[in-house]
């Protein structure tokens, strides 16, 4: 398991945490409740984009060798 998994494990569970407080005992202000949820989505958001982007340019790295693989291709039919 990555660090990012676990920090996104921990932090949706304290959200759940603070939600359940702010449900059956009332000791957090709603805006509180609302605050750590929202921090919890925006680094899972945050976590995501930077996921895919490393992905992204891992394709585009592919795509990039298999350009210059079928313009090799083509200069060998040609001879």
Excluded: C
Excluded at 19 to 25: D, H, Q
Excluded at 42 to 49: A, D, F, G, L
Aim: aromatic share 8%.
């Amino acid at each position: 398991m990555k660090l990012q998994d676990i920090i996104l494990i921990i932090l949706f569970i304290i959200s759940v945490a603070v939600a359940l407080w702010y449900l059956f005992g009332s000791s957090p202000t709603t805006e509180q409740a609302v605050l750590i949820l929202i921090l919890t989505l925006s680094i899972t958001n945050i976590v995501k984009v930077s996921v895919l982007e490393n992905r992204f340019l891992n394709l585009e790295k592919s795509f990039s060798r298999l350009a210059h693989d079928f313009k090799e291709h083509i200069k060998s039919n040609i001879k």
